[in-house]
Nanobody, 115 residues
Framework: QVHLAESGGGLVQPGGSLRLSCAAS????????MAWYRQAPGKQRELVVS???????IYTDSVKGRFTGSRDYAKNTMYLQMNSLKPEDTAVYYC?????????WGQGTQVTVSS
């Protein structure tokens, strides 16, 4: 059983930065596909960045140039560095891994961008 735990969310002013972490336990994830999603109030969950098994990182257009996804294989952890945050980035952020035949989610961490 894979367990994902996000951390690093909080309240930040527009233009600020946050770094989210997603620590995995219960399995060594290696190069299994991982991703960050977010869900704003009243909206569907959307993909923010995906990191494929081939090592490719793909961003949704609205975060390109501002967000950076990365993985530390030794720590079994994924990160999302978010810079130049905007109010429209406000959402609950979730990490996801497609491990073998199963899809696992973290509990989410709230990011609020407001002055």
């Amino acid at each position: 059983q894979v367990h994902l735990a996000e951390s690093g969310g909080g309240l930040v002013q527009p233009g600020g930065s946050l770094r989210l972490s997603c620590a995995a336990s219960g399995a060594i994830l290696g190069r299994y596909p991982m991703a960050w999603y977010r869900q704003a109030p009243g909206k569907q969950r959307e993909l923010v960045v995906s990191m494929t098994s081939a090592g490719t990182t793909i961003y949704t257009d609205s975060v390109k140039g501002r967000f950076t996804g990365s993985r530390d294989y030794a720590k079994n952890t994924m990160y999302l560095q978010m810079n130049s945050l905007k109010p429209e980035d406000t959402a609950v952020y979730y990490c996801n891994v497609q491990y073998t035949a199963y899809n696992y989610w973290g509990q989410g961490t709230q990011v609020t961008v407001s002055s």
